[in-house]
Every structure is written in C-alpha cells, then in structure tokens.
C-alpha cells in the first residue's frame, strides 16, 4: 500500500510561487492517479489538481487554471504541484491523494489514501 508524505508548504506574498512535492512509498506508485486537494479554515476540502499515472493526463479546477501545474516523477515517486502567482485566497492546507485507478477523479471520496497535508500562507 502506498504512503504519502507532502512537504514544501510555507509562507510566501502573494504574486509569488512555491513548488509542493507528494513522496510515495511502495512499488506500485506509477499506476496510481494522485490528486491535490486544499481546505481552507472553514471551507470544505475542495480539488485542486490530478494526474493520471500511465498516460500523465492532467486536470484542474477552474480557479488553478494557468497558475498551477501538476506533475508526477515515476521514477522518483513523487508527484508535484509548482504554484504560480500565487493569490492569499490560496492560503490552505493542501493534500497529496492517491486512487487506484486509470481515471482522474474530483471528489474526495475517489481517493482512499492520503497524506497529512503540508500548510501554505500567502499574505496580500
């Protein structure tokens, strides 16, 4: 069974950019679809981004559009999630998920595994 482990959260101004990294453990990474997902003090855990394991298809929600790209190293079992332009709306905790499965889904329940989450702050 995979194991996830974000890291590269922080502090940083809004305008600016931060790269997040996902560390999976076990063999089998690169047939998992992993998925980003934040949540916001008060706010549901809402999608943010996910990446297909074979083929590396990407997807988005709408307000990442442009400014994030996710992207995945199979070799390194690791995904990332580079962060541009950076909004303080984007001030969350954010999550590295995993599925098992060919297909990228949005909802939280598609994905069984999850890490503890890494913090990112962009003050204004």
């Known amino acids: 069974q995979v194991q996830l482990v974000e890291s590269g959260g922080g502090l940083v101004q809004a305008g600016g950019s931060l790269r997040l990294s996902c560390a999976a453990s076990?063999?089998?990474?690169?047939?998992?679809?992993m998925g980003w997902f934040r949540q916001a003090p008060w706010k549901e855990r809402e999608f943010v981004a996910a990446?297909?394991?074979?083929?590396?298809?990407?997807y988005y929600a709408d307000f990442v559009k442009g400014r994030f790209t996710v992207s995945r190293d199979n070799a390194k079992n690791t995904v990332y999630l580079q962060m541009n332009s950076l909004k303080p709306e984007d001030t969350a905790v954010y999550y590295c998920?995993?599925?098992?499965?060919?297909?990228?889904?949005?909802?939280?329940?598609?994905?069984?595994?999850w890490g503890q989450g890494t913090q990112v702050t962009v003050s204004s």
């Open positions: 076990g063999r089998t990474f690169s047939r998992y679809t």
């Open positions: 990446i297909t394991g074979s083929s590396g298809t990407t």
């Open positions: 998920a995993a599925r098992d499965g060919v297909l990228a889904r949005t909802e939280r329940y598609a994905y069984a595994l």
